[in-house]
């Protein structure tokens, strides 16, 4: 039917106002009243199409938004807000305001979703919020705040995925984003570091140094708690990748983050170039000490593939 509408606005009511047909428009409305509709695959349906519906005919969206997801019918809520997460492919900012505005978000954020796709959806809508400045983290109003209180580690998990899956399209909009956000998962996390589930959120938050151009002095702190844990969730290589990226500019932070992972009893050995690379760039940088440490610490676990690198600086008094 909503295929339908869609067909026939093309053809007929492109530049009206209101575009579908009227006895759909009628038979949907009647179907709101869920005593009538009890059907689940509606609900889904109602959310899948949400963004079509609205193009359809805006008024009846908005007029009829808190019947289309009735907030007093959980069970009806959830399958019409999952079908519109699970399928909305891209965010429409009228569409999110009005969800917004409605606390249909604040409700998800609330919300246990058996599928944790939905739960990565909803995080994402946010974070492109926050991203698009609609979502302040001082402000403790919006989403992106009211999804950190939460507290729940499923969806703060998804938070540190999906800024990760942005290092590929870093612009200076994400970047000038990443960092107070950072903060602020940092805070959280350290009031929590015994917690297992948190311990796994610390060390996926170390591949956030991929999205940084620089380890200042608050960052390094940050890292060097990701450090204690980063074998968590085996994120060890992309640590390794990431620490060498910084290891020309900012040696002596790196050399101090690795030996906190070391500390750790954390000892990893791939990818070994990327190991000897850093360890070299530490000699080339003036770090002999927490070079020397690093490879002594290595050495004394059996393994030898700093061996001859150590042996190249031993006499090197810089």
Known sequence: MINYSLRYAR???????????????EDFTKRLNREIEPSLDFSVILGEYLANLYWLDKKWVTDNLNRIFPKDNDTHWKAAFTGYLFYSSRIYKDLY????????????IKTEFSDSHITER?????CIGYLEDWEKLEDKESLIFQLIENKNINQLSA??????????????KIKIKVKPLWKMLYELVRQNEENPKYQKLISNLSKWSSLIDEIDDEIFEWLKLSA????RDYNTPFFIEYLLKHASETPA?????????????????????DIQE????????NEKESADRICNLYGAKGFDFLKDIYETHRDDKS
Not at 11 to 25: A, D, F, G, H, Q
Not at 97 to 108: D, G, M, P, S, T
Not at 278 to 285: G, N, P, W
């Open 97 to 108: 305001f009005l969800l917004r505005k409605n606390e249909h978000y604040a409700k998800a």
């Open 228 to 231: 204690k844990y980063v074998n």
């Open 278 to 285: 850093i360890v070299r760039l530490l000699y080339d940088k």
């Open 11 to 25: 053809l007929y009511k492109r530049e009206n106002e209101e575009r579908w047909v009227n006895s759909i428009k």
């Open 159 to 172: 938070i540190a995925s999906f800024f990760w899956m942005l290092r590929d399209e870093l612009n200076d």
């Open 122 to 126: 909803l995080v994402q809508h946010i």
């Open 253 to 273: 932070k790196v050399g101090e983050i690795y030996l906190e992972m070391l500390n750790a009893d954390i000892y990893p050995d791939y990818k070994k170039e």
